[in-house]
Structure formats: C-alpha cells, structure tokens
C-alpha cells in the first residue's frame, strides 16, 4: 500500500539544505553517523578524524536557515555519505501518522548503516507514556518496529 503524501510535521523537507549547508562549510567528502529531524531543527553528526588520526563527530544543527556547529568529539560507527540519503519528504512519515494518528512524532532519524547505507526510523511517543521506533523505508512503508 503505497503511503498518501502530506505535509510533514517534522523538519524532513529542511534535511537537504542542512546537509548542503555542512558541505559549504566543510568542502571535501561528507560522511556522516546520524542525521535526525524534530519538529524545528535538524541535527547532523559529521564524521572526520582529528589530528591524531581519532575517529570524531562535529556536531551541527540547522534551524531558521542557520547552521551551528559545536566542538568535536570521539564517536565511531557506520557512516553514509549525503548521496545516500534518498526519501520522499511528503511521503516517509505519513504511513506512521495514517496508522498510529493518536501519537506524537518526536524525529525522524537517518542513521548509518553498513556498506555506507542508510537507515530511516520515526521515534515517536504514545499518549499511554510509551515511545516506538518504527523503520520505515524512503516511501514511508513500514518496516519494523521496536519498542523502547
């Protein structure tokens, strides 16, 4: 069943001029661990290696058309680069709102997965008090989902 488009309730449109924002700061290739949306910022945590050849993070939000970036610090895992993130911004939450309306979005995460792949989950929290992570592909069909 493909997934109706509408309007998203998270930032998931905003996540291409963020990513492009981090390359016009840092020119070369970009790889990232993470990159997450809620409902006025979007996250990313790039991936270098610092003078001692140590893999590290830089963390960067993006809100209002403004790119912040923080200290750098230790991290390691799988990473993606920006090409790879690939989804129909209109499309990848609404499966998760049509069958769970009655809850709440908290972020929709781009995780790095192995090969350079990527991962896409929706964290979003019941009206009961529990939170869900629900896997969904680049259309918003529903993958999987994880209690947490």
């Known amino acids: 069943v493909e997934c109706a488009p509408a309007p998203p309730p998270l930032v998931v449109d905003r996540i291409d001029a963020a990513l492009a924002a ?43 058309g403004q790119l912040r970036g923080e200290g750098e610090k230790e991290a390691s895992g799988n990473t993606f680069e920006a090409a790879a993130v690939a989804f129909d911004p209109e499309r990848v939450l ?34 009961q008090g529990g939170q869900l992570v629900v896997e969904v592909d680049g259309q918003g069909q529903v993958l999987a989902v994880d209690a947490v």
Do not use: H, I
């Open 22 to 64: 981090v390359a016009a700061e840092r020119p070369g290739p970009q790889r990232f661990f993470e990159v997450n949306a809620t409902s006025a910022v979007v996250n990313m945590f790039f991936a270098t290696t610092d003078a001692a050849g140590k893999s590290v993070t830089v963390p960067y939000s993006w809100a209002a």
């Open 94 to 127: 609404s499966c998760v709102l049509a069958q769970l309306p009655d809850s709440q979005l908290d972020a929709f995460v781009v995780e790095g997965g192995p090969d350079g792949a990527v991962r896409y989950s929706v964290v979003l929290s019941s009206q």
